[in-house]
């Protein structure tokens, strides 16, 4: 606690639930400052070691386990501004989760409009283009945004289409005649093939909502937790 003038390693792990030798990695990691050692050697820590773990602990649910470090780690080297940078950064990174989030949910409504039937193999690019209505130099644009990964044929180097590409590229389509743009569409198929289909997706999505708001309460818990340590740090 604040209070205690200086702990040792298993006093400052013992609230938390973790061992002393963690507490012993976080400060050879630079995550803890370096600790001050009793005459005999031991390892003895101040409060601010103590603001220093309870930020880094809070911070890694929020932010993750290497941004975590690093914005200790600055901090400890004095570069609040680049700590705080990387925090920044992680906002903006939930932001844009957040819109593609509702990209997607506004899009499940064109994602149910029925499909063609399956195709059995792969189809050629001319083949594709011609069973969505689209020029082949679409298709290939598609690949260039990130929304097909067609395979190549061994002999001729030619795109194939396998069934999944085909699901893929009807989706993008779908989406395409709906107004959603090229970046948006990428990031929709990628959600398809990650849950494994559009009615995977659809039940996914209010669990995918509640894990953006649990980060978003843990970026707030973490931030009172840094503005914590960088108090203790002001006042040392």
């Known amino acids: 606690m604040l209070g205690v003038k200086s702990q040792r390693p298993v006093d400052l792990a013992r609230e938390h639930g973790i061992s002393a030798q963690s507490v012993r990695n976080y400060e050879r990691d630079g995550v803890l400052p370096p600790a001050e050692r009793s005459a005999s050697g031991y390892r003895r820590y101040t409060p601010v070691h ?14 993750g386990h290497a941004v975590a470090g690093e ?5 400890g080297a004095g570069d609040v501004d680049g700590a705080l940078r990387m925090v920044d950064a992680s906002h903006a990174q939930l932001l844009r989760d957040r ?6 949910a506004a899009a499940v409504e064109v994602l149910a409009a029925p499909l063609p039937p399956p195709v059995a193999g792969p189809l050629p690019i001319g ?5 969505l209505g689209v020029r082949p130099a679409t298709l290939r644009k598609w690949e260039r945004a990130g929304i097909l990964a067609p395979e190549r044929d061994r002999a001729t180097r030619q795109r194939v289409y396998g069934p999944a590409d085909v699901r ?6 779908l989406l395409r005649r709906g107004g959603y743009l090229l970046a948006h ?9 990650d849950a494994g289909g559009t009615e995977a997706l659809a039940d996914s999505l209010s669990a995918w909502r509640a894990r953006l708001t649990a980060r978003g309460r843990a970026m707030l818990h973490g931030a009172g937790r840094l503005d914590e340590y960088l108090g203790t740090l002001a006042g040392h």
């Open 127 to 131: 083949a594709l283009a011609h069973r």
């Open 50 to 63: 103590a603001a220093a773990l309870r930020a880094f602990l809070a911070l890694v649910p929020a932010h």
């Open 71 to 75: 914005v200790l780690r600055l901090v």
């Open 168 to 173: 893929d590229a009807e989706l993008a389509h």
């Open 185 to 193: 569409i990428a990031a929709v198929v990628r959600q398809v093939r």
């Open 99 to 104: 819109e593609t989030l509702d990209g997607v």
